[in-house]
Every structure is written in C-alpha cells, then in structure tokens.
C-alpha cells in the first residue's frame, strides 16, 4: 500500500502513478474541461451516442464519459492527440474489419484528431454494445 504525497489517496502500490485533480462529475463538465479545439468533437461523439443509446444513463466511470443500463455499455475520453473509444474486447472482435485504419487495443480504439470522426462507425458499436448485453 502507499500514499500519494500530494493529495493523499490510498494507492496499491508504492510510487503508483495516478491522477491528483476530483474527477468531474459530469460529461458536461468533463467535456468543458477539454481544449476549445477538442470539445466539438467531444460533443459530435457525445450526440452520437445519446442520438442510439436515448435510454442510457450519462455518468462518469473511470474518469471517462460513459453510458449505462444496468451496466457500462461504452465510454469515451479524450488523450493528446486522439479521443479514445471504449466498446470492450468483444465489439474490438466484432467490428475488427473495419477498424483496421486505426490503432486498437484490446477493448480500444483511438481515433485521431487527424481525421474525420466516424460517427456511422461509432453508433454501430455502441448499438451492438447495447443490445448484444457486450460491455466494457
């Protein structure tokens, strides 16, 4: 166990790297709390997903938007030079022919400031998320 000097958390391990600042406690405000160039797409993937998933909860879990029904469905959050999109291992399976333009993870996608956001792409994931019970 360990402690971090700064803000005083309760920590796993010993000198763990984590986060300092109170997570925000909304989508809206996380989204505020971006760059003014990065929150119109913050928003376009926020509106996608509210516009397929109209009966999921907005919250915050792991310092991310997420949307949940009875469980996460997907959640999404914005790095340096990408928003990252997290559907789960089994969607990153599903949709694997068609991701292959960008760079994946496990149970993620990154998609760079770079190019053009693929909403379609992005609505189907989190569509297939919700109804096949599939989660992050």
């Known amino acids: 166990m360990g402690q971090s000097p700064k803000c005083g958390r ?5 000198n763990q790297d984590h986060d300092c600042s109170e997570p925000p406690k909304t989508i809206d405000a996380y989204i505020a709390a971006q760059s003014e160039s990065v929150r119109p797409l913050l928003n376009q993937v926020r509106d996608t997903l509210r516009a397929v998933l109209p009966d999921a909860e907005e919250r915050i879990s792991w310092r991310m938007p997420t949307y949940w029904r009875k469980h996460n469905i997907i959640h999404f959050a914005a790095f340096k030079n990408h928003i990252g999109l997290y559907p789960g291992d089994k969607a990153m399976e599903h949709f694997s022919d068609r991701l292959t333009e960008y760079k994946t993870s496990k149970g993620a996608l990154q998609l760079p ?4 956001l693929p909403l379609e792409l992005i609505a189907e994931i989190a569509k297939w ?8």
């Open 10 to 14: 309760e920590l796993k391990n010993t």
């Open 113 to 116: 400031y770079s190019k053009p």
């Open 129 to 136: 998320c919700y109804e096949t019970g599939h989660h992050h």
